[in-house]
């Protein structure tokens, strides 16, 4: 599985971005996706992430209520709402890909995720 990240740029705070992930090869639907951020000097967080089915979806502390992720199985894409963005949510926003399930322990896990894509920086500004 390849993955694509985009819809990152320039926004104020207070403002809205769509990230969006597309994968490329097999049997997207057989895989759960997760977005992760990580800030210059900082380590990879967690933000969200969604099941294989769409049926479970989680979300980091600093994100929850703010972003929405959604999947469109038969595009092979999944979708990061971002609203009411941030400065402290600036950073490289990376899609990840793997084979898993059970609870929000393991979904936020980056060693869970076999397959990543390249990032799309955020920058909000104050």
């Known amino acids: 599985v390849q993955l694509q990240a985009s819809g990152g740029g320039l926004v104020q705070a207070g403002g809205s971005l769509r990230l969006s992930c597309v994968a490329s090869g097999h049997s997207f639907s057989n895989y759960a996706v997760g977005w992760f951020r990580q800030a210059p000097g900082k380590e990879r967080e967690f933000v969200s992430a969604?099941?294989?089915?769409?049926?479970?979806?989680y979300y980091g502390d600093s994100v929850n209520g703010r972003f929405t992720i959604s999947r469109d199985n038969a595009k092979n894409t999944v979708y990061l709402r971002m609203n009411s963005l941030k400065p402290e949510d600036t950073a490289v926003y990376y899609c990840?890909?793997?084979?898993?399930?059970?609870?929000?322990?393991?979904?936020?896990?980056?060693?869970?995720?076999?397959?990543w894509g390249q990032g799309t920086l955020v920058t909000v500004s104050s």
């Open positions: 990840a890909a793997g084979i898993l399930s059970g609870n929000y322990y393991r979904y936020s896990q980056p060693y869970e995720y076999d397959y």
């Open positions: 969604v099941s294989m089915s769409g049926g479970s979806i």
